[in-house]
């Protein structure tokens, strides 16, 4: 299958720092990219959806001022989180897929995010 | 609501033996079903994919089955390895006007010991 790559993989910053977590895909061509968090034994919870060249769409709850999304290129989006908290801490997980909505999305392995 | 409900929560069995997975799901219009392979701390990896007319898929040791009328999928697992070990999520797609709209179940947590 198709490969996407998250980096980084681990994160810890300080509460009021910003991060950004990359998502590529190295063999195609991505027109969709899909952000997800999930907490410990918790199911993976979408937060955004973005295609290239446009505004993310995201979910009911999420504050799309504190998570910055861009898809920049058709192999590349960011996910940034502005004024970290603790209770930002989770894993977020990228995923992407080319093509139609019947075309299947690829996930990266993930990046833990720790914010002390 | 779109929902999809995996049971057992979380199962745990000796290597060597069989194990079934139950998703069961109320997502509408049905578009396609996955289940992943999530190992601790990764990204989910996909086992199988099915659509409406599809009722059996199998990937190696795992066979996936789908009952669109009732709505229920299942996840057999043969001559489990301790590998096997990770949580298996269901996940449902619907497509609306032009969106693709994943529903991801909580996933099963499956423990293989030795």
């Known amino acids: 299958g198709a490969v996407v790559s998250q980096h980084p993989s681990r994160v810890i910053c300080k509460s009021g720092t910003s991060v950004k977590i990359e998502c590529r895909s190295l063999?195609?061509?991505?027109?969709?990219m899909f952000w997800y968090r999930q907490f410990p034994k918790q199911s993976l919870m979408l937060m955004a959806t973005?295609?290239?060249?446009?505004?993310?769409?995201?979910e009911q709850g999420v504050e799309k001022d504190k998570f910055l999304i861009n898809h920049a290129s058709l192999t590349l989006s960011t996910l940034t989180v502005t004024s970290a908290h603790p209770e930002d801490s989770s894993f977020y997980i990228c995923?992407?897929?080319?093509?139609?909505?019947?075309?299947?999305?690829?996930f990266g392995q993930g990046t833990r995010l720790t914010v002390v | 609501k779109n929902q999809v409900e995996q049971s057992p929560q979380s199962l745990i069995i000796l290597e060597g033996k069989n194990c079934t997975l139950q998703?069961?799901?109320?997502?509408?219009?049905?578009?396609?079903l996955r289940w992943y392979k999530q190992d601790t701390g990764r990204g989910p990896v996909s086992l199988t994919i099915?659509?409406?007319?599809?009722n059996t898929k199998s990937n190696g040791r795992y066979t996936a089955t789908l009952d669109a009328d009732t709505k229920q999928s299942s996840l057999h697992i043969t001559a489990s390895q301790l590998s096997d070990s990770a949580s298996y999520i269901c996940?449902?797609?619907?497509?609306?006007?032009?969106?693709?709209?994943?529903?991801f179940g909580r996933g099963t947590s499956l423990i293989v010991h030795p």
């Open positions: 973005s295609n290239e060249g446009s505004k993310a769409t995201y």
């Open positions: 996940v449902v797609s619907a497509v609306s006007g032009g969106s693709y709209i994943p529903t």
């Open positions: 995923s992407a897929r080319v093509g139609t909505v019947y075309t299947e999305a690829f």
């Open positions: 099915m659509t409406f007319s599809e």
């Open positions: 998703c069961n799901y109320t997502v509408s219009p049905f578009s396609n």
């Open positions: 063999d195609f061509q991505a027109t969709t």
